[in-house]
């Protein structure tokens, strides 16, 4: 029973899925983005399928209500240029529509995910002041008022977000149903916590769940209360909505991906992997059609895409899917992508060969002098296929490698150390010295901790290290550590059918034989791929 409702939620969160293979769906969603059709015009269509957004404006034009509408959901759906783009269309389209001017204003100020230079603010505040002269209303001049002061000049960005978040939260009552006045005020009260200020996280999410409770469909309300719920620390309030949104907003890539947050935080992982990956498909149709030039990865969250999709792959154990994300890396990021995005994703990718593909992943050539994360992964992941293969000399030489990269690469020391770590832990699980072994691992799992917290946008470390601790306590005898710390890693992890694996094993060699075997059929529905589960040196 339990398993068919797993195959359920499944097909929920994934439209179209109801009786296919999901990683045959998801290794087409990536070939789907290949083998994209040829560029389009170039130019701005209103497409459907965008979401939620939109409210009468102050015009008698329906071209410029119609872009002013499209502008507000895309917006809401984060296509950041193009929101600007469609609110400048509603402008052309009625130049004394003060609420058009009022959206190019709101487009070009800060999101949860960036924040803008003062020379796009000053911009903003130009069209702001161009609405204010339009405005004909008392809802128009209020709206384009709280605009104003949000573009001023001279403010702390974090508290200027919470200003003009609570003034338009304070208009909400005054223009009752129009629930983008409020979603607008809970996007602006989370834009603060991109720097760890949680002062507009309860607001907001006071804001979004009336909207949800009257409209569960409202893929804006939706898209903030996934972030709100995650920054509140309480993820899974948003799963009824986050397994329903990519079938509201199938041409949306944001909002397809936006799932996968709440989804990859109670340990739904399989999910995560397809959804990205037809996210990578949204992105890469609606891109051609607007004009598709350069690599396909061009998008401006393609490489969250890819990066969150493998990063689920791996926790599934969906080794065709992981692989076909690693070999969708050098396509989409081929070498003239920006460094710093082809590096994340081909680097990260190595990850999939060491796991599933040891060979490939010792065939990985350096990359001229070995430097950055590109050197990171090449080492980690050759340390990770050669300890598959059983070789220690092996593996403790790219931990030592490793070791040598710190001196020059102070931005990836963190993720050096950790790998370095692991490298060390397994090397000593093959020798036959877990006590050595739980060192290891457990100062790379409190470093993990420690710096990545419970970073799981995608998650800067692909897995966590406790379950590896938890592994060799349960080597070296210490059955009731192995189950504390594996338990531990689930608090943070949920669903990892690895560490799932450890606990039953720990819990079978303490004498609870039922909750042993609960644990390990959990840990296989859990496993949802096709490559075998990894012994306990290996996890």
């Not at 790219?398 to 490298?423: D, Q």
Request: hydrophobic letters at 45%; proline letters at 6%; aromatic letters at 8%.
């Amino acid at each position: 029973m339990k398993l068919a409702l797993a195959a359920a939620a499944l097909t929920l969160a994934v439209p179209g899925l109801a009786g296919r293979d999901p990683t045959a769906v998801g290794v087409g969603y990536i070939c789907a983005a290949e083998a994209h059709a040829p560029a389009g015009p170039g130019r701005l269509t209103i497409v459907k399928g965008m979401g939620s957004g939109g409210f009468a404006a102050d015009t008698r034009s329906a071209e410029a209500q119609a872009w002013f509408d499209y502008g507000l959901q895309l917006y809401h759906a984060f296509y950041h240029g193009e929101a600007t783009a469609a609110f400048e269309r509603a402008a052309q389209a009625d130049p004394d529509c003060a609420l058009c001017a009022w959206g190019q204003a709101l487009s070009l100020g800060p999101t949860l995910n960036f924040d803008v230079p003062p020379e796009q603010a000053a911009k903003a505040l130009t069209f702001a002041d161009r609405a204010a002269k339009l405005a004909k209303d008392a809802r128009a001049r209020a709206l384009i008022a709280t605009l104003q002061a949000r573009y001023r000049p001279g403010q702390n960005a974090g508290e200027r977000e919470l200003t003009y978040g609570h003034a338009l939260a304070a208009l909400a009552p005054q223009f009752p149903g129009n629930d983008d006045i409020p979603t607008l005020a809970a996007h602006a009260l989370l834009t603060p916590y991109r720097n760890n200020n949680m002062a507009g996280v309860k607001p907001a999410l006071a804001l979004l769940e009336p909207i949800l409770a009257r409209d569960p469909n409202n893929t804006a309300a939706i898209h903030y209360y996934i972030h709100a719920t995650e920054a509140a620390g309480t993820p899974a309030r948003a799963l009824p909505y986050a397994e329903r949104l990519a079938g509201l907003a199938p041409k949306a890539s944001h909002l397809v991906h936006m799932g996968g947050h709440t989804l990859f935080r109670v340990g739904r992982y399989e999910e995560v992997a397809v959804l990205n990956a037809d996210a990578m498909k949204t992105d890469i149709a609606f891109a051609a059609q607007e004009g598709l030039k350069g690599p396909i990865s061009g998008a401006r969250y393609y490489l969250h895409n890819d990066t969150f999709g493998l990063a689920g792959a791996l926790m599934a154990g969906d080794r065709k899917l992981a692989l076909k994300y690693a070999d969708h890396a050098p396509v989409a990021f081929p070498v003239g992508s920006p460094e710093d995005r082809r590096a994340t994703a081909v680097g990260r990718s190595y990850v999939a060969y060491a796991r599933f593909a040891p060979a490939r992943a010792l065939a990985i050539p350096a990359a001229g002098a070995e430097r950055g994360y590109l050197a990171v992964m090449r080492h980690y992941a050759r340390g990770e296929a050669l300890a598959a293969g059983g070789d220690v000399a092996g593996v403790l030489a790219e931990a030592e490698a490793l070791k040598a990269l710190l001196p020059s690469e102070a931005a990836n020391a963190n993720s050096i150390t950790i790998a370095a770590g692991v490298l060390q832990g397994r090397a000593a699980m093959l020798r036959g010295k877990p006590e050595e072994a739980a060192k290891a691992f457990e100062a790379a799992a409190k470093l993990q901790e420690r710096v990545f917290a419970t970073n799981f946008d995608p998650p800067p470390w692909w897995y966590p290290v406790r379950r590896s601790l938890a592994a060799a306590e349960l080597k070296a005898g210490k059955a009731e550590d192995a189950a504390k710390d594996a338990q531990a890693s689930l608090k943070i992890w949920p669903g990892d059918a690895l560490a799932l694996q450890v606990l039953g094993e720990a819990q079978g060699r303490l004498g609870k034989a039922a909750e042993a075997r609960g644990t390990r059929a959990e840990a296989g529905r859990a496993w949802r791929g096709n490559a075998a589960m990894p012994g306990m040196d290996l996890i």
